[in-house]
């Protein structure tokens, strides 16, 4: 089992930045790959971003490409989600996410955190 809690959420003006963290623990060698999602009022589950525990390949929704950055940091089993110009459309719940690959859909991630607003006012 991989226990994942999230935090960082908040409310920021369109504009500004915030910083999303997920702390892993338990069988975290289980999963290869940590991922950020985020789901809006009424509609499904989108993938964010993701990035491996080994190496530094990263990967992330055209919606953010250029805005967000993901990052780790394996001794403290903590993977970062740095959102910079939030727009009032990345108004959602961020969950963090565990799994064996990196794929962009919810399937394949066995391990969810229980999630972190994120309200962008214009």
């Known amino acids: 089992q991989v226990q994942l809690v999230e935090s960082g959420g908040g409310l920021v003006q369109a504009g500004g930045s915030l910083r999303l963290s997920c702390v892993a623990s338990?069988?975290?060698?289980?999963?290869?790959?940590m991922a950020w999602f985020r789901q809006a009022p009424g509609k499904e589950r989108e993938f964010v971003a993701a990035?491996?525990?080994?190496?530094?390949?990263?990967v992330f929704a055209d919606s953010v490409k250029g805005r967000f950055s993901i990052s780790k940091d394996n001794v403290k089993n903590t993977v970062y989600l740095q959102m910079n110009s939030l727009k009032p459309e990345d108004t959602a719940v961020y969950y963090c996410?565990?799994?064996?690959?990196?794929?962009?859909?919810?399937?394949?991630?066995?391990?969810w955190g229980q999630g972190t607003q994120v309200t962008v006012s214009s």
């Open positions: 996410a565990a799994g064996p690959v990196v794929v962009t859909t919810t399937t394949p991630y066995d391990y």
């Open positions: 338990g069988r975290t060698f289980s999963s290869n790959v």
């Open positions: 990035i491996r525990w080994s190496g530094r390949s990263t």
